[in-house]
């Protein structure tokens, strides 16, 4: 498979493949580098909350769209 040739690479990964399945059979495993942070415990706002505040973002948007058309419809007075 590997043609008699085996790059330092490949052997120091054959080395820790090794190593891994020596703790697995022992039952030892590495330590833990670092704990994970605990899952967040605020609740988020709900749904109908988050699309009505959509929906009002919209309607600005569309009201600030016509008065600056019609804004641009009016004549400049000279």
């Given at each position: 498979m590997l043609g008699t040739r085996m790059?330092?690479?490949d052997e120091d990964e054959v080395e820790d493949e090794l190593d891994a399945l020596e703790r697995e059979v022992n039952g030892t495993s590495l330590?833990?580098?670092q704990e994970l942070p605990d899952?967040?415990?605020?609740?988020?706002p709900e749904a109908d909350v988050l699309g009505s505040q959509a929906e009002q973002?919209?309607?600005r948007a569309r009201a600030r769209m016509?008065?600056?058309?019609?804004?641009?419809?009016?004549p400049l007075l000279a």
């Open positions: 790059s330092n690479q330590p833990s580098l899952t967040p415990t605020v609740s988020l973002q919209k309607a016509r008065q600056r058309a019609a804004e641009s419809a009016e």
